[in-house]
Every structure is written in C-alpha cells, then in structure tokens.
C-alpha cells in the first residue's frame, strides 16, 4: 500500500515544490530550464510554467492541479475497491427491492394525486352535464384497466425495465424507439411531473389566497421547490422513496375515503343537491356530444388514471414480477376506479355544476362547504395526495431515461448507476432539469392536453405491437395472457382519443407536438445510426463519472 501513500500525499506534495522550484530558474527557451547540471534538460512541467506565468497567482493553481489529482486517485481507489467487492461474474446492477405491497403503491399512488382534485372540473365543463361526467370517470377507469393488462403481458415476454421504448425497440427497432425515447425524456415525463407538482402549489397556496387564484410565480416557485425534494428523495436511496410512496398512499387512501365519508353524511342531512344533480331531467341535461369534446373530456379523465403503466418501467427493480405484475394492477386499478367514482358523487353531493367548473381547488371548495373553517385541512390532504403522486412519477420517469442510454439512445453517463447507493442518479438529476424548464411556460390544462395527445400515441404504437406479437409470435413464454380482444378495444380507444381533438378542432399546438416528435430524425441519424461522437462529450463523460461516483449498471433480467 506504499504506492497509495505516495499518490496521495508524495506526489502531489513533490508535484508543487519541484514546480516552484523550476519557476524559480529563469527560462532558457526552446522549453528547457537551467539547474544545477551542466546541460538544459526537456522537462514536461515548463508547460505548467508557462501556463502559470499568464496568472498572478499561479502557486495557487499548482495547488488546484495537485488537490485534482489526488481527487482522482481517491476516485480510482474506489472504483477498485468497488470492483474488489464484486463477484467477477456480476456487475453493478439495480437491486429489486419492489415486492407486492411496493407494486400497488407505485401504481396507484402515481394514479391518486393530482388528476382527481383537478380533473372534476375540467371533466364537467368538457361534457356538460353531471350524469355524462360520471360515464366519463367509469369508462376512462376501464380504459386504463384493460390498457394495464394489456402491459402486463408485454412486462411477461419482454422482462425489462423502460416502459414503452423498451418495447417498442424490441418489436420495432431502433428508430422508432428513438423517437419514443425523446419524446417520454423530454416532453411526457417532464409534462407529468411539471403538472402534478403545479398542483401541490395550488393547493399549499389556496388558503393563502382564499376568493382569488394564487400568483403564478408562486405556484411555479413552490412547484420547483417541490420537484427537487422528490429529486433528493428518489436519487438518495429506493428503499425510502418506496417508503415515502407507501405512506403518502395510506394518507391518500384516508383523504379519499374521507370525502366520501363527508359527502354521505351531507346526503343524510340534505339531499337537495344530490337530487337535483342526478334526477332523470337533469343528469344528462346540457350534455356535448362532438367528438373533440368527448376526446378532451376523455383526456382529463384519464390523466386522473395516469400511473397505471408505471410498473412496466421498473419491471427489473420488481420481485416475481410475473406474479407481482399483474397482481399489482388489478388490485391498484380496482381501489383507484371505486374511489374516484365516489369521490366525484360526493362533490355533486354538495356542490352544483356550476360552482364545480367554476373551482379553481375542488376539494378545497367541498371542504369550505363540509368543514367550514376546518376546509384548509383539505388543502394539505390534496397537496399531500399530490405529493405522493409526483414521487411515483419521479420513480418510475427516471429509468426510461437510465435504459434508453443503456440501449445508446442517450448519452452514457445516463446510463450508469451510483455505486454505493444503487440508484441511477444521473438520469434521475437529467430528469429534474428537464422538468423544471417545462414547468417554466406551462398551465395545467394545456400540460394534460398534450400529453395524453402525445401519450397515447405511443400507447397505441405499443399496443398495435402486442397484437402481432399475439398473432406472429405465439411460441414465446409469457405467464400472463389476455384475450386479443381487449389490447384491440384499447388501440381503438387510443386512436380516437389521437385523432378525435384534431379532426373536431384543429389547433397549431398538435402540429408543434407532432413536429418535435419527428424532430428525432436530424438527433438520429448522426448520433445513433452513425455513433458520431465528440471527443468533448467523452471527457465530460469521464468528469461526470467521477464526480458523482457513478458507474455503468448491468440489465438484472
């Protein structure tokens, strides 16, 4: 261990007193310096000299030179030592730390958040009528259920983490995968999490401002501010994000039930509301029949169900995930559908139509007309909802980003996994920038829009995929079947909530969607199909590397 010493203490020491030492003697040219010897020797630190001479205080920069390098010999210590630790037949992997209980909570806690305390309204105002509404949340709940088990075959054959990239790069190769890649890293990823966390400052907000909307720059500030606290929780350890993502379900789970509660004992005291809300004359009154306002009713409905594939990214960090999968959904999917529907009967239990559409904060608004002066608990249960559902988001966002750069569809350093902790931090830390700049000029409903417009394309991609893997492909192992009617009902789902907004009214924003997807072509062909590389981006990569203590992680298939 001598050699250890000297690297770290002789070295650098002798590095400093031999260069002062050279800047002492004058400069003789031709790169050599005099010295007590009889000739001038070529000495590879006059470049250093000469390089300092441009700074007043070049000692100073010698001393830099030498903490830097005795950095990087720290950091190559451990990397050996990591290496040490490690059975030479496995690498660093992502452990599976996901059981049962940690599937359910993953997948309906992402679901629970902020789409239920925000979609209401916007679900009402979209179809017109309570009784319509209500169809709405049913069938968006049987979408994201027969959608769900459709993933769960395709989590059987094709056990790997990445979600819908992961299984359109092995149906369909790699140029569509790219485009899937780009288009969840950069826009639907970062859309979900910008929204769900514009939705806690809403709700940390609304007592603060009662009567009126909260300043946008305080929403946006508290919303950043909530981003990097699930950033800190989900890159620090996967155990306690998990754990966060338990116990914000429970509390979700009490809220939820607790609207209920409330609603019911508002009916027994006076169903006046109730009744005229959902009376035959008055139910389906005033109901929008286009199909672009269906297809945008549709689309708030299902954001409240979004999360329902969020097991398919994590799939390798998932124990028994042929038993767990589909468990996980169905259990998730079913308490999700039942709560919402409840939910939605006990606003309409107390409120009107109108003062439901015209809620900025609906459960803010229930709790001031159930709770009266107590209404702000229900800001802290739906911020808190809302939290949990971020981190969900946040969990799951983050590895479509770490196997896209596993399979070279993103830079390498995203790739790699943090050798102590086992969480692949780099993705995760690309994944707080990205939202944090979408959360800069986006409004909550335009956000919903066109993610699900973008999303469920790609659904469709992949689900179109799982009907020729069912046809073409019936030898592969798979422990988990559906009959082939229902992927196909579900693409028939996705392709009118595609099509249906643009046909019923055309906007230039799914052009601008539709051209940053295709986009990917001019990123692709240089930097995939052809591997160009700048030299620059490998020592960034080598930098990076060291300066978060990360290395590249193995598939745990």
Same mark, same amino acid.
């Given at each position: ?469 069912? &046809?073409?492909? *019936?030898?592969? =192992? $798979? ?5 082939? /009617?229902?992927?196909? @009902?579900? #693409?028939?789902? !996705? ?32 930097? &995939?199909?052809? *591997?160009?590389? =700048? $030299? ?5 990569? /080598?930098?990076?590397? @060291?300066? #978060?203590?990360? !290395? ?6």
């Amino acid at each position: 261990m001598d050699w250890i010493y000297i690297a770290l203490f002789k070295a650098p020491k002798a590095l400093y007193n031999t260069t002062i030492h050279s800047l002492s003697h004058s400069y003789t040219g031709g790169g050599s310096y005099s010295c007590s010897h009889s000739c001038p020797v070529i000495n590879p630190l006059i470049t250093l000299k000469v390089f300092s001479t441009q700074f007043v205080a070049s000692e100073f920069f010698v001393i830099f030179l030498s903490l830097l390098c005795r950095r990087v010999v720290l950091c190559s210590l451990l990397s050996l030592n990591m290496v040490d630790k490690t059975p030479k037949n496995e690498g660093l992997q992502l452990k599976r730390e996901i059981g049962l209980i940690g599937g359910v909570a993953i997948v309906s806690g992402t679901m629970i958040g902020s789409g239920i305390f925000m979609s209401p309204q916007n679900v009402l105002a979209y179809v017109g009528s309570p009784g319509a509404s209500m169809l709405i949340w049913f069938f968006s709940g049987v979408v994201a259920l027969l959608a769900a088990l459709s993933y769960t075959e395709l989590g059987t054959i094709i056990p790997e983490s990445g979600g819908e990239f992961t299984y359109i790069l092995r149906i369909y190769g790699s140029f569509p995968a790219f485009f899937a890649a780009i288009t969840f890293i950069l826009l639907l990823k970062p859309s979900s999490i910008a929204a769900k966390s514009m939705t806690i400052a809403q709700y940390v907000m609304a007592p603060f401002y009662p009567g009126c909307p909260p300043p946008q720059l305080a929403v946006k500030c508290f919303a950043a501010f909530s981003i990097l606290v699930v950033a800190i929780t989900n890159i620090l350890n996967v155990r306690f994000a998990l754990r966060v993502q338990v116990i914000f379900l429970v509390a979700k789970v009490f809220s939820l039930t607790f609207i209920v509660i409330g609603g019911l004992v508002k009916v027994i005291q006076s169903s006046t509301v109730i009744e005229e809300n959902f009376n035959v004359e008055n139910a389906f009154q005033g109901t929008e029949y286009s199909v672009g306002t269906l297809g945008m009713a549709f689309y708030q409905g299902l954001w409240s169900y979004a999360g329902w594939y969020n097991l398919n990214y994590v799939t390798e960090e998932l124990n028994k995930p042929e038993v767990n999968l589909p468990r996980a959904v169905l259990i998730a999917i079913s308490l999700v559908t039942t709560l919402y529907l409840l939910v939605n009967v006990s606003y309409l239990a107390v409120m009107t139509p109108k003062e439901l559409v015209s809620s900025s904060a609906v459960a803010v608004t229930w709790g001031n007309k159930v709770l009266g002066s107590w209404g702000w608990v229900m800001s802290v249960a739906a911020a808190l909802s809302a939290f949990g559902s971020l981190n969900g988001t946040f969990f799951s966002g983050g590895r479509v980003c770490f196997v896209a750069a596993r399979e070279g569809h993103m830079p390498d350093i995203l790739s790699m996994a943090h050798v102590h902790r086992l969480t692949p931090s780099p993705a995760l830390i690309f994944t707080t920038i990205i939202s944090l700049v979408v959360l800069i000029p986006g409004d909550f409903q335009s956000i919903v829009n066109y993610f699900s417009f973008s999303a469920w394309f790609f659904y469709a991609i992949v689900l179109s995929g799982l009907i020729y893997l069912k &046809i073409k492909k *019936k030898d592969l =192992p $798979r422990s988990y079947k559906v009959p082939i /009617v229902i992927p196909i @009902l579900v #693409l028939i789902a !996705a392709i009118f909530l595609v099509l249906a907004p643009i046909i019923d009214n055309p906007q230039i924003e799914y052009l601008y969607v539709a051209l940053f997807i295709s986009s990917g072509i001019v990123l692709y062909i240089p930097f &995939i199909h052809y *591997k160009l590389c =700048p $030299r620059v981006l490998d020592k960034l990569t /080598v930098f990076l590397q @060291l300066f #978060l203590e990360v !290395a590249p992680a193995d598939k745990n298939l």
